[in-house]
């Protein structure tokens, strides 16, 4: 099956308003009309309209970081997807490791917040990795299986076969120490494995998953051509419009 690669860049809590604007009226010109690929940016809440009114109507997507699991209600600084729509968003990451790691989120709320947002038009971007120790000490299929598992209770095949995975090693995270291609093709094909027995092989062979973690232009080839990537989850590199646009042209060489 043929699964249509997604690049999507994660710009974490960089860039004003006025920065974001710059950067995708730059990036949008670099990626022309008809890339190959599925390209996305997820600016900072903050951004979201000023990104918005330059990517309408070019191939360039728009989605967020983060959402909460309530769609309105007394949550002080929490933004809900209903929220997001109509910014015009359409992709929302959700249970980052930054997330997990410094704002506490656990594998119950990711997976309240992924309950709320499957029945609607966002599409969840849902991450998973582990750590530095948890790989050293030979727990990651454990560690991966165990998000998985518990950020995916109680939704239906159908609702899951409406998400992207995004495979992120917590050790290859803005550490300039990227997986090779055989660890991150290893790890996914384990993950597809898990959703052939758990769900079906349809839902296994539709389901996108990236891998992020130092993904940058010199890389990008190699990782794109493991079978079971399907696509990459930028940080650092997608920040700046050339090396972004690159990414996206080496990914594309890859897909055609
Ligand atoms: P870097 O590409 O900076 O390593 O970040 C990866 C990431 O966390 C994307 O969500």
Known sequence: MSRRTLIAGNWKMYKTPFESREMVQELVALI????????????????????????????????????????????????????????????????????????????????????????T????????????????????????VGQLEQGLAGLSEAQISSLVLAYEPVWAIGTGRTATPEIAEQVHASIRDWLANHYSGELS?????LYGGSVKPENTAELMAQENLDGALVGGASLEAQSFARIVSEASSNDA
């Open 205 to 209: 062979d539709r389901l996108r998953i």
């Open 32 to 119: 022309g009309k008809d890339p190959e690929v599925e390209v996305l940016v997820c600016p900072p809440f903050t951004g979201l309209e000023a990104v918005e009114e330059v990517v309408s109507g070019t191939p360039v997507q728009l989605g967020a970081q983060n959402v909460h699991w309530e769609n309105q209600g007394a949550f002080t600084g929490e933004i809900s997807a209903g929220m997001l729509l109509e910014c015009g968003c359409r992709y929302v990451i959700i249970g980052h490791s930054e997330r997990r790691q410094y704002f506490e989120e656990s594998d119950e709320t990711i997976n309240r917040k992924l309950r709320q947002v499957v029945d």
């Open 121 to 144: 038009q966002l599409v969840p971007i849902l991450c998973v990795g582990e750590s530095l120790e948890q790989r050293e000490a030979g727990k990651v299929q454990e560690v991966i």
